[in-house]
C-alpha cells in the first residue's frame, strides 16, 4: 500500500520424519531443517519485519543433555540476526569439537538447534510493542519434558480480559495481560492436567515416574488439550506448537480468517502462513501443497505420525481477503488471478470516468505491490481500446485507406511508471510543517508522459487513512498537470477496525468514517445520530452482553457508497490541487467475485465474523466519541 499498515504474522513449521543421516545422506547437510526453516521465514518476512525466532526440540535425547534451542531477535533484520547467531553457535562448536565433523549423532548432541521439530516466526507488532519479550516463539519450561511447551502463532484475540480471568479462575498468576501469554498459559495449563491424569493412571497399574515418561509420551491425546484450551478464544488465529518430547501442532480459528497451508511426505511434514513458501522451499507442485481447515490442527506424534483433527466445529468460511488484495505475496498461483481480476473488475467504472478516451488517458499504479491488479486493469482498458479501433474501422470501411487503417492500428494503450518511491528518504523530522514538507518527496515523479489534455488513471492497493495520498502523492501527480487524477483502489472502502490480525484499531484513522462524519454534519444529522450510536455501544458493553450487533453501521446508511467516495475525495484533495480528483473503490460485490473463496470483508463491511469482533468496533466508537485515544482491543 502507499501508506504502510502492519500485519501479524507469519509461522512456518518443520517436522523432519527421518533420521538426520538421512538428509546428510540425500541432501549433504544434516543441517537440512535449518536450512529450510530460514529459506521459509525469508520468503515471509513480507508477513513480519519487527522481530523472528526460531525454535527446534531434538527427540530421545538422554537426560542431562539439552534438547531444546531457541532465538529470538528484534534487530534491524531480524531473520538474518536469528540464523547469524545459530551459524555462529554451531561454528564454535565445530571448531571445539572437530572430531564430530562427520559424526552425525555426536553433532546432534553437540551442537544446538539440530533437531527434528522445528518452529519459525516472523512478526510485525501492533501494538507498539517491539521488545524482546514479545517476540515469538514463547516457551514454558518445566523439568518433566512433556510439559515443556513452546507456542508461536499468527493471531489476535478480541477477549483478552476474559481469557485473562480465566485463568486467575484457574488459580494462574499470569505475568502480564497478553493475547499469546494467555493462549499459551492456556494450552499450558491443560497440557499440565492430562499429563498429571496420565501419570496417575499409570502409577495405579505399577509404574514410577521414569518408568510412566514414555507411556505418556504415546497416549498423550493432544487434540484433547487444543479443544479444551481454544474453548472460549474469539479471535482470528494459527497457532502453533511444540512439546518438549516432540509432539507438534497446529490449528486454524473455526472462520479460517487466518491463513494456513501445509505439505507432507515420507519425509517432511510442513506448515507455512502462504502456499508459495512451501512449493519454494521445498520444490513441490500447486496440488501438492493443501489448505489447512477451518477449526482443524494438523498435530504431528512423536513418532512421525500425522493426524487431522477437528478442534473446533468450522463455521461460516471467513477467510481475510486482504490477504489476497495485499498481505500474502502476489506468487501464489490463486492470488495472482484474484488481483488481476480486482483490477480488471474496476476498468468499467474507470472508463466511466474517463469519458472511455483510453487515448488521452496515462495508467499507472503505486506502490509496487498494485502492480498486479495494474496489469489487470490494463487488460481490460486494452480490450475497450480494441473495441474503439474496431468500431472506428467499421465506421469508415468504406473510405478506409491503408495510411487511415495504420494509424488507427497503432494507436497504444498508455502506461506509465509515473512515481517511484525514494527508499532512501526518511521522515525523521517531527515538526509537523517540515515533517509535511518531507513526505511530500517521498514519491518522485516521472515528468513529460503526461499532457494537460490527459486523465491520469493511478491504482493502489488500497486506501487507509489517505495520509499519504493527501500529504505526497497527489501533491506529486498535480505537478504533472494531468486534465482529471483518478485514484483507482482495488480494495473496498476500509469503513470498520480489524481486530484479528491487522493493526486498524481506530475509527478516526479511516478516510472513510472522516467521509461519514462530514457528511453527517453537512446534513445537519451528525448529533443526533452519534448520540444514538453511541447510547446503544454504551448499552451492550454495561451490560456485558454478547455483542450480537455492530452499531457502527448507522453512520454510513444515509449515504451512497458513491457518496462516500466522492467525499473522500474532496478530503484528500488539498487546496492547492488545481487537477479534478476522482476516486474510485472496489465493490465489495466484486471483491467476492473476484476472491471467491476469501469472503472475510469486516474492514468493508461491518460483519464480523465472531461476537468479539462486534464488540470492539462498538468499542472503538465509544473511544472516538469520548475522545480517548485509546485502541478497542
Same mark, same amino acid.
Given at each position: 500500500?502507499?501508506?504502510?499498515i502492519?500485519?501479524?504474522c507469519?509461522?512456518?513449521?518443520?517436522?523432519?520424519?527421518?533420521?538426520l543421516?538421512?538428509?546428510?545422506?540425500?541432501y549433504?547437510?544434516?543441517?537440512?531443517?535449518i536450512?529450510?526453516?530460514?529459506?521459509?521465514?525469508e520468503?515471509?518476512?513480507?508477513?513480519?519485519q519487527d522481530?523472528?525466532?526460531?525454535?527446534?526440540?531434538?527427540?530421545d535425547?538422554?537426560p542431562?543433555?539439552?534438547?531444546?534451542?531457541?532465538?529470538?531477535?528484534?534487530?534491524?533484520?531480524?531473520?538474518?540476526?536469528?540464523?547469524?547467531?545459530?551459524?555462529?553457535?554451531i561454528?564454535?562448536?565445530?571448531?571445539?569439537?572437530?572430531?564430530?565433523?562427520?559424526?552425525?549423532?555426536?553433532?546432534k548432541k553437540?551442537?544446538?538447534?539440530?533437531?527434528?521439530?522445528?518452529?519459525?516466526h516472523v512478526?510485525?507488532?501492533t501494538?507498539?510493542?517491539?521488545?524482546?519479550?514479545?517476540?515469538?516463539?514463547?516457551?514454558?519450561?518445566n523439568?518433566?519434558?512433556?510439559?515443556?511447551?513452546i507456542?508461536?502463532?499468527?493471531?489476535?484475540?478480541t @477477549? &483478552?480480559n476474559e481469557l485473562f480471568e480465566?485463568l486467575? #479462575?484457574l488459580g *494462574?498468576?499470569?505475568k502480564? %495481560?497478553? /493475547?499469546?501469554v494467555?493462549?499459551?498459559?492456556?494450552?499450558?495449563?491443560?497440557l499440565?492436567?492430562e499429563?498429571?491424569?496420565l501419570?496417575?493412571?499409570?502409577?495405579?497399574?505399577?509404574?514410577?515416574k521414569?518408568?510412566?515418561?514414555?507411556?505418556?509420551?504415546?497416549q498423550?491425546k493432544?487434540?484433547?488439550?487444543?479443544?479444551?484450551?481454544?474453548?472460549?478464544w474469539?479471535?482470528?488465529?494459527?497457532?502453533?506448537?511444540?512439546?518438549?518430547?516432540?509432539?507438534?501442532?497446529?490449528?486454524?480459528?473455526?472462520?479460517?480468517?487466518?491463513?494456513?497451508y501445509?505439505?507432507?511426505?515420507?519425509?517432511?511434514?510442513?506448515?507455512a502462513?502462504?502456499?508459495p513458501?512451501?512449493?519454494?522451499a521445498? @520444490? &513441490?507442485?500447486?496440488?501438492?501443497?493443501?489448505?489447512l #481447515?477451518?477449526? *482443524?490442527?494438523i498435530i504431528? %506424534?512423536? /513418532?512421525?505420525?500425522?493426524?487431522?483433527?477437528?478442534?473446533?466445529?468450522?463455521r461460516?468460511?471467513?477467510?481475510?481477503?486482504?490477504?489476497?488484495?495485499?498481505?500474502?505475496?502476489?506468487?501464489?498461483?490463486?492470488?495472482?488471478?484474484?488481483?488481476?481480476n480486482l483490477?480488471?473488475?474496476?476498468?468499467?467504472?474507470?472508463?466511466?470516468?474517463?469519458?472511455?478516451?483510453?487515448m488521452n488517458?496515462?495508467?499507472?499504479?503505486?506502490?509496487?505491490?498494485?502492480?498486479?491488479?495494474?496489469?489487470?486493469?490494463?487488460?481490460?482498458?486494452?480490450?475497450?481500446?480494441?473495441?474503439?479501433?474496431?468500431?472506428?474501422?467499421?465506421?469508415?470501411?468504406?473510405?478506409?485507406t491503408?495510411?487511415r487503417?495504420?494509424?488507427?492500428?497503432?494507436?497504444?494503450l498508455?502506461?506509465?511508471?509515473?512515481?517511484v518511491?525514494?527508499?532512501k528518504?526518511?521522515?525523521?523530522?517531527?515538526?509537523?510543517?517540515?515533517?509535511?514538507?518531507?513526505?511530500?518527496?517521498v514519491?518522485?515523479?516521472?515528468?513529460?508522459?503526461?499532457?494537460?489534455t490527459?486523465n491520469?488513471?493511478?491504482?493502489?492497493?488500497?486506501?487507509v487513512?489517505?495520509?499519504?495520498?493527501?500529504?505526497?502523492?497527489?501533491?506529486m501527480?498535480?505537478?504533472l498537470?494531468?486534465?482529471?487524477?483518478?485514484?483507482v483502489?482495488?480494495?473496498?472502502?476500509?469503513r470498520?477496525?480489524?481486530c484479528?490480525?491487522?493493526?486498524?484499531?481506530?475509527l478516526?484513522d479511516?478516510?472513510?468514517?472522516?467521509?461519514?462524519?462530514?457528511?453527517?454534519?453537512?446534513?445537519?444529522?451528525y448529533?443526533?445520530?452519534?448520540?444514538?450510536v453511541?447510547?446503544?455501544?454504551k448499552?451492550?458493553?454495561e451490560?456485558?452482553?454478547k455483542?450480537e450487533?455492530?452499531f457502527?453501521?448507522?453512520?454510513?446508511?444515509?449515504?451512497?457508497y458513491?457518496e462516500?467516495?466522492?467525499r473522500i475525495a474532496q478530503?484528500?484533495?488539498?487546496e492547492?490541487?488545481?487537477?479534478?480528483?476522482?476516486?474510485?473503490y472496489?465493490?465489495?460485490?466484486?471483491?467476492?467475485?473476484a476472491?471467491?473463496?476469501?469472503?472475510?470483508?469486516w474492514y468493508?463491511?461491518g460483519?464480523?465474523?465472531?461476537?468479539?469482533?462486534?464488540?470492539?468496533?462498538?468499542k472503538?466508537?465509544?473511544?472516538?466519541?469520548?475522545?480517548?485515544n485509546?485502541?478497542?482491543?
Amino acid at each position: 500500500m502507499s501508506e504502510l499498515i502492519k500485519h501479524e504474522c507469519g509461522i512456518a513449521t518443520l517436522r523432519l520424519l527421518k533420521p538426520l543421516s538421512f538428509y546428510q545422506k540425500k541432501y549433504g547437510s544434516a543441517f537440512y531443517g535449518i536450512n529450510k526453516m530460514y529459506l521459509m521465514l525469508e520468503k515471509q518476512h513480507n508477513r513480519g519485519q519487527d522481530g523472528a525466532g526460531f525454535a527446534s526440540v531434538k527427540l530421545d535425547m538422554e537426560p542431562g543433555n539439552r534438547y531444546i534451542s531457541r532465538v529470538r531477535s528484534n534487530e534491524a533484520q531480524p531473520i538474518q540476526d536469528i540464523f547469524k547467531k545459530i551459524n555462529e553457535r554451531i561454528n564454535e562448536e565445530l571448531e571445539l569439537h572437530p572430531e564430530i565433523l562427520e559424526d552425525i549423532d555426536s553433532q546432534k548432541k553437540n551442537l544446538p538447534y539440530l533437531g527434528e521439530v522445528h518452529l519459525g516466526h516472523v512478526r510485525y507488532g501492533t501494538f507498539g510493542k517491539n521488545s524482546i519479550e514479545s517476540v515469538h516463539p514463547f516457551l514454558r519450561q518445566n523439568n518433566w519434558m512433556h510439559r515443556n511447551l513452546i507456542v508461536a502463532g499468527n493471531f489476535n484475540m478480541t @477477549n &483478552v480480559n476474559e481469557l485473562f480471568e480465566n485463568l486467575v #479462575e484457574l488459580g *494462574q498468576h499470569p505475568k502480564e %495481560k497478553a /493475547d499469546t501469554v494467555t493462549v499459551m498459559e492456556k494450552i499450558g495449563h491443560f497440557l499440565d492436567s492430562e499429563v498429571g491424569k496420565l501419570y496417575k493412571k499409570l502409577k495405579e497399574k505399577g509404574y514410577n515416574k521414569k518408568e510412566a515418561s514414555p507411556h505418556i509420551v504415546e497416549q498423550l491425546k493432544v487434540h484433547k488439550i487444543l479443544r479444551k484450551s481454544s474453548k472460549d478464544w474469539d479471535g482470528g488465529y494459527v497457532i502453533a506448537g511444540m512439546l518438549g518430547h516432540g509432539d507438534s501442532f497446529v490449528l486454524r480459528d473455526p472462520n479460517g480468517i487466518r491463513p494456513a497451508y501445509y505439505y507432507k511426505d515420507d519425509e517432511v511434514v510442513v506448515v507455512a502462513s502462504e502456499r508459495p513458501v512451501i512449493q519454494t522451499a521445498f @520444490n &513441490v507442485d500447486y496440488e501438492d501443497v493443501h489448505e489447512l #481447515e477451518p477449526g *482443524q490442527a494438523i498435530i504431528t %506424534k512423536k /513418532d512421525g505420525s500425522v493426524h487431522f483433527k477437528t478442534i473446533l466445529e468450522p463455521r461460516e468460511r471467513k477467510a481475510c481477503s486482504f490477504e489476497r488484495i495485499y498481505f500474502s505475496r502476489g506468487s501464489d498461483a490463486e492470488i495472482y488471478k484474484e488481483r488481476k481480476n480486482l483490477g480488471r473488475l474496476l476498468m468499467p467504472e474507470v472508463l466511466r470516468a474517463i469519458d472511455y478516451d483510453t487515448m488521452n488517458s496515462v495508467f499507472s499504479y503505486i506502490p509496487n505491490t498494485a502492480e498486479t491488479s495494474f496489469y489487470g486493469m490494463v487488460e481490460a482498458a486494452q480490450d475497450e481500446l480494441n473495441r474503439q479501433k474496431n468500431e472506428a474501422i467499421l465506421k469508415e470501411k468504406e473510405n478506409l485507406t491503408d495510411e487511415r487503417l495504420s494509424d488507427i492500428l497503432s494507436l497504444r494503450l498508455r502506461t506509465e511508471k509515473i512515481a517511484v518511491k525514494d527508499v532512501k528518504l526518511r521522515t525523521f523530522i517531527t515538526e509537523d510543517s517540515s515533517r509535511d514538507d518531507l513526505i511530500a518527496h517521498v514519491y518522485d515523479v516521472t515528468y513529460g508522459v503526461v499532457k494537460p489534455t490527459d486523465n491520469l488513471v493511478v491504482i493502489d492497493d488500497s486506501i487507509v487513512r489517505g495520509t499519504t495520498l493527501k500529504k505526497s502523492i497527489l501533491k506529486m501527480l498535480d505537478r504533472l498537470s494531468p486534465k482529471k487524477i483518478i485514484i483507482v483502489s482495488s480494495a473496498p472502502q476500509i469503513r470498520y477496525p480489524d481486530c484479528y490480525g491487522i493493526d486498524m484499531a481506530k475509527l478516526e484513522d479511516f478516510v472513510a468514517f472522516q467521509a461519514a462524519v462530514s457528511l453527517l454534519k453537512e446534513h445537519g444529522i451528525y448529533q443526533d445520530t452519534m448520540d444514538a450510536v453511541y447510547l446503544k455501544c454504551k448499552q451492550q458493553i454495561e451490560q456485558a452482553t454478547k455483542a450480537e450487533e455492530n452499531f457502527v453501521k448507522a453512520v454510513y446508511d444515509p449515504f451512497t457508497y458513491e457518496e462516500v467516495s466522492e467525499r473522500i475525495a474532496q478530503i484528500l484533495s488539498h487546496e492547492s490541487i488545481t487537477s479534478e480528483v476522482k476516486v474510485i473503490y472496489q465493490t465489495v460485490e466484486k471483491l467476492h467475485e473476484a476472491c471467491p473463496k476469501n469472503l472475510g470483508d469486516w474492514y468493508f463491511t461491518g460483519d464480523y465474523p465472531t461476537k468479539g469482533g462486534n464488540k470492539v468496533v462498538n468499542k472503538a466508537f465509544m473511544n472516538f466519541y469520548e475522545g480517548k485515544n485509546d485502541r478497542a482491543y
